[in-house]
């Protein structure tokens, strides 16, 4: 018989994500939103009759700037959007299944997640070097790129999750001041 103290329901975990709606959420929910509209736009760009070096670039502009809107609307947001949003998704697939609380993540699985997120921004480099100089000279050459920057954007998302809620915990140590005159008194 399973314990039923260590298990979060979903009232439960609705009742402990109560997000504060102030200036950070709304500019938070609004680049959330937002960092959707450059994928549909990178799209339907393709059905114009848009030279294919300019067409890459058009789109590398539209997806950089989606993923930077996307990084900066979790850092706003913070560690309760993104659990509550790991619920939702998870409450689709797995609907009869209750939350368990997150399990403290490995060393290696943290040092696999740092490594993923610092290799995530490697094609981007590469590509705007590339384009710089003025290579690929071939179709084949930016559709090249076009994946190469798709892989990158994917490696990033996919070391957030890699690197688990904890992970925001220590990163939003970061960018807070600890004033060290309230601390010696």
Not at 52 to 73: N, P, Y
């Amino acid at each position: 018989m399973k314990n039923k103290e260590n298990l979060i329901t979903d009232k439960n975990v609705e009742e402990n994500t109560k997000i504060k709606k102030n200036w950070k959420y709304y500019l938070g929910m609004s680049l959330f939103i937002f960092c959707w509209i450059p994928y549909i736009v990178s799209g339907l760009l393709l059905f114009y009759k848009i030279p294919h070096g300019d067409l890459v670039g058009l789109m590398t502009l539209l997806i950089a700037s989606s993923e930077i809107s996307f990084a900066i609307s979790i850092v706003l947001l913070g560690k309760t959007f993104v659990k509550m949003l790991k619920t939702k998704i998870l409450g689709i697939f797995f609907r009869h299944k209750s939350v368990k609380p997150a399990k403290p993540v490995s060393k290696a699985r943290h040092y696999f997640g740092v490594i993923l997120l610092f290799l995530s921004f490697i094609p981007s480099f590469a590509v705007e070097t590339f384009l710089f100089f003025g290579y690929p000279k071939t179709d084949a050459g930016h559709v090249y790129m076009f994946i190469a920057l798709l892989s990158g954007y994917t490696m990033f998302i996919v070391s957030l999750f890699v690197l688990g809620s904890d992970f925001w915990d220590r990163a939003m140590k970061l960018f807070r001041w600890q004033d060290k005159s309230k601390n010696t008194a």
